[in-house]
């Protein structure tokens, strides 16, 4: 079942789902919005081929073919049309064995075109970590993206049984 805000709030004020930091003005009817972190992830041009299997084996496997880039304060980065870059919450979330939640766009956003995931949108019980965006630009435009956005929200759902991930983004704190 999805939580709705006064069984999220009630879980936040019980410390059984963390976020940090913790906005109330981010709660919504059943989702908590989310920040775009000052730094992402670009993909290098030029690449002919991305091997999967060895990407998948390490959670560092995408920092040979990309490079970390600030968005400033008083900035931004300019999404281009057909571009994929990666992007973090500034938000750490942690959440129970029987608790697990969703990543997905806002309509505001996805109606030009901006897309904050592919296709990882489960955040898996039991984690402790800021999630990463798959920010891809689906639009004909620019897309100008600052740092601090709540570009993205989180819809949390109970599970039946409970589960604890241990992947190689278990404890993923940066980008």
């Known amino acids: ?9 009630a879980a936040i004020k019980a410390r059984e789902i963390i976020i940090e930091p913790f906005d109330i003005n981010s709660l919504e009817a059943a989702s908590y919005n989310v920040t775009l ?5 670009v993909f290098r041009e030029g ?7 060895e990407i998948g084996m390490s959670a560092n496997g995408l920092q040979g073919i990309t490079t970390v880039v600030e968005i400033p304060p008083d900035g ?29 766009g806002r309509s505001r956003f996805a109606r030009m ?6 296709t990882a949108s ?3 019980p039991g984690i402790s970590n800021r999630q990463v965006f798959e920010i891809y630009n689906a639009s004909r435009n620019a897309i100008k993206m600052q ?21 190689i983004f278990a404890a993923q704190k940066d980008i």
Do not use: S
């Open 76 to 104: 931004y980065y300019l999404l281009k049309p057909g571009e994929l870059v990666l992007g973090m919450t500034v938000e750490t979330l942690t959440l129970p064995p029987n608790i697990g939640a969703w990543l997905q």
């Open 122 to 124: 489960f955040i898996q």
């Open 147 to 167: 740092a601090g956005a709540r570009i993205a929200q989180v819809i949390f759902e109970r599970c039946e049984g409970e589960a604890h991930y241990t992947g």
């Open 47 to 53: 690449l002919n081929e991305i091997d999967v299997t």
């Open 1 to 9: 079942m999805i939580l709705t805000r006064d069984i999220i709030l």
């Open 37 to 41: 972190a000052h730094k992402i992830r």
């Open 113 to 118: 075109g901006l897309m904050v995931h592919i």
